[in-house]
């Protein structure tokens, strides 16, 4: 059956390119500057990731930017020429101006093609927990819902997908205005390691300071078997900024506490990457509700 509509997102989301491929989503691609070169992240599918994270270890300069409303007006038209409607299913608006550019983007569209539809979700999400819906809302696609069914899941589902994380440096926050350069300076001599999630309103919060890299990691495991939901049902995303090692460690831990159906290993890439740097390590599931992470 052809499809009437298309599902769009970033390359903020990081899906699997191979989703992509298979599933028909399409993926706006975001840009960085890597010392001076712009690129475009294209999910990894010739992106070299591990080298990227060397070169911000090496000391590379790297800035992130928002796509702009004309260039999104250029995104977005193509599929409305072909007489698709458009889901788009944004990162968070409290993290990136994009989602605003695209709410004027779609304005000025629709009063081009008054006969289609641009619906826009703000997901309050970033990345894997991004991703999540972005797979749950293509699987519901395939199954033949439509756009405003799939929309409305998304919109009553969207804050029970949640992520939690832990950086190895404290240096990169610092830089983003995370944390003040007292506390990257007094953090990294004590070895404290922060945890911190993505709140309700989609914001990336503290929620915990830990002494040491493996307590940090214990702690986000636990918190996540605390707010998962039906674990057996579902598919818990871990996301690594190259430190494989660990993630694998991390996966073998949430398959003895947690057993959920599946576990997913998944790399940051350079955008979100240049803000968390390397040795980022996160746990992305769906829970009862984001308010209890921080409740807990």
């Given at each position: ?9 970033e ?23 890597l ?22 270890r090496?000391?590379?300069t ?13 995104y ?10 458009i ?24 009063e081009k ?77 004590l ?44 598919t ?61």
């Amino acid at each position: 059956m052809q499809k009437r509509f298309v599902i769009t997102t970033e390359s903020n989301s990081e899906v699997p390119f191979e989703w992509e491929d298979r599933t028909g989503v399409s993926v706006l691609r975001m840009p960085y500057t890597l010392n001076g070169t712009e690129y475009f992240y294209d999910l990894g599918r010739n992106t070299d990731i591990s080298a990227f994270f060397q070169a911000m270890r090496e000391g590379a300069t790297v800035i992130t930017s928002q796509r702009n409303p004309n260039e999104i007006v250029e995104y977005f038209e193509p599929f409305l020429m072909q007489g698709l409607d458009i889901l788009h299913i944004g990162f968070s608006s409290a993290l990136s101006g994009t989602f605003n550019c695209e709410v004027i983007a779609a304005k000025e569209l629709m009063e081009k093609y008054p006969e289609r539809r641009i619906e826009l979700v703000d997901s309050l999400s970033i990345s894997a927990p991004l991703a999540l819906l972005i797979e749950e809302a293509t699987k519901m696609q395939e199954q033949g819902a439509e756009l405003d069914e799939i929309r409305d899941w998304v919109e009553e589902n969207k804050l029970r997908v949640c992520a939690l994380f832990t950086v190895d440096s404290l240096e990169y926050l610092k830089r983003g205005g995370r944390v003040s350069g007292a506390a990257a300076f007094f953090g990294s001599v004590l070895e404290i390691k922060p945890v911190l999630y993505v709140d309700s309103e989609g914001r990336l919060v503290p929620l915990e300071k830990v002494k040491g890299r493996k307590r940090a990691i214990k702690y986000i495991l636990e918190k996540c078997a605390a707010t998962i939901k039906d674990p057996q049902n579902q598919t818990v995303v871990i996301w690594q900024a190259d430190c494989m090692d660990e993630a694998i460690a991390l996966s073998e831990q949430v398959k003895a506490l947690i057993n959920p159906k599946e576990v997913r290993i998944e790399p940051v890439g350079p955008v979100i990457g240049s803000h968390a740097g390397p040795g980022t390590l996160s746990i992305a599931y769906f829970g009862r509700d984001r308010s209890e992470i921080s409740a807990q």
